[in-house]
């Protein structure tokens, strides 16, 4: 079966320190995005591609980069994590209106 | 500022009656609207959409309606059962927004009490 795919599933890491989420999606979707989700805040966009080589910034996109060099793979860096990167992030993808989830990573910022 | 908006962070019903979940969205240009539910520890799934064009969208116990007049849409579930117990996002898309950017509310959270 088709699936969406993030790894890993819980990281810790430290203040400073770079640190890249893996989105893996097998239903060859054109349509990639990042979410964070935060109590209080909902889900909110932190970056999207409709397609390789592709990317935008979304509504949370300082402190984050990403690259979209193949359909199935849309990473995200945290070029230098802060506690405020704290949070839950979640990969989608889509090949129209609707979004399919991944299953969340929970990054934790000491 | 919010331009969707779930006003109820949380709602508790009795298993066998009705739970609806309300959402009120401020931008005349979302012509697509989606609910997601989402259990702990997991992603989001897709639960039920209704276009704009429509004012009424239903897929077995899952109900949306749209009014909008009032920029305001709800999801009825019934009968609520204890599985239902999540948090529910509603989700809306801007017009001739074809990819699927979306702008979600910040999620109701639903207890369902056997």
């Known amino acids: 079966d088709a699936e969406i795919t993030q790894s890993p599933r819980h990281k810790i890491t430290e203040t400073g320190r770079q640190v890249t989420l893996a989105c893996h999606q097998t239903?060859?979707?054109?349509?990639m995005f990042w979410y964070r989700q935060d109590l209080g805040h909902g889900l909110r966009l932190i970056h999207y591609s409709y397609g390789v080589q592709d990317t935008n910034k979304g509504e949370v996109s300082d402190g984050y980069s990403v690259s979209r060099s193949n359909t199935e793979d849309l990473p995200l860096t945290l070029e230098s994590a802060a506690s405020s990167q704290t949070s839950v992030y979640f990969c989608?993808?889509?090949?129209?209106?609707?979004?399919?989830f991944g299953p969340g990573t929970r990054l934790l910022v000491l | 500022d919010q331009q969707v908006k779930q006003n109820s962070p949380s709602l508790s019903v009795q298993e066998g009656r009705i739970s609806i979940l309300n959402c009120d969205y401020t931008?005349?240009?979302?012509?697509?609207f989606l609910w997601y539910k989402k259990y702990p520890a997991e992603g989001p799934t897709f639960l039920i959409s209704i276009s704009s064009i429509k004012d009424k969208n239903e897929d077995g116990r899952f109900t949306v309606f749209l009014n909008k007049s009032a920029k305001h849409l709800s999801l009825h579930i019934v009968p609520s059962q204890p599985g239902d117990s999540a948090v529910y996002f509603c989700a809306a898309q801007l017009y001739g927004g074809s990819q699927g950017n979306l702008i979600f509310g910040k999620g109701t959270k639903l207890s369902v009490k056997p």
């Open positions: 989608a993808s889509s090949e129209g209106k609707t979004q399919y």
């Open positions: 239903w060859n979707h054109n349509n």
């Open positions: 931008n005349s240009m979302f012509d697509y």
